[in-house]
């Protein structure tokens, strides 16, 4: 009798989902709003002009949960639309002179934007009285470029919950196109021919630039210091 190899699913997938977690960002000329909170403009335009390759590798674990939270806003959506209150779904919204692009999940027939995000149970409790900065963030700027006053956060958990959703009313930020231009503005005058973007990084050693892909060419320029969008929100 042959005798086979045992071969190790867990294994297996535990490698599979680490290599498919690897990816590259930021496609060339466009900027997604979901990249511009944490996006440093010199590092987006260098690793443009130098052709350099942008990966960042996601834990299995951490994928798995990005997975299971697409699969759910992916059926939340299919149930809004047979209940017949969607107009259209992954509405695209763009900056043109900016050249931002962005999807919201979800046209209501009133015309309402609606963004669908799905929490792990710890982190849906969390959110129930301060939403996520980034969440926030996305859905006005989607606000922004729709030209609307208001948008609907729809929240939902796969946990054990009495009511999994959690909606909550997002207005309008005039503060957010200020913060989106001060990141967006220079990249797109730097690639007219005008001088380097500002970086986010004080120096070299700082925990960001170490796994930075553009690192030694951007610290051999001179250049200013600019926070993220991230930071300003915080501030």
Known sequence: MIKVAHISLARLLFRYSSEEARYSSQSAGIIHVSDLFNLCPREYFLVQKLGVKKEKVVAPGTRLNWEMGKAMEFVIVGW?????????????????????????????????????????????????YKLLPQDLFQLQSYIWLDKAK??????????????PYRDTEVHYNLQIPEMVKK????????????????????????RRALTCPVADYCFAQPGEKIKTIAEMIGE
Do not use: Y
């Open 80 to 128: 809004m639309m047979e209940m017949g209150i969607v107009k259209d779904r992954q509405v695209p919204l763009s900056h043109e002179k900016l050249g931002i692009i962005g999807h919201a999940d979800v046209r209501l027939k009133n015309g309402g934007l609606v963004e669908v995000k799905a929490k792990d149970p710890a982190l849906f409790r969390m959110t129930k």
């Open 183 to 206: 990141i967006v503005s220079p990249i797109r005058e730097a690639e007219a021919g005008g001088k380097l973007p500002p970086r986010v990084c004080g120096s070299r050693q700082d």
């Open 150 to 163: 208001t948008g609907t956060l729809l929240t939902a958990t796969w946990g054990q919950e009495r009511v």
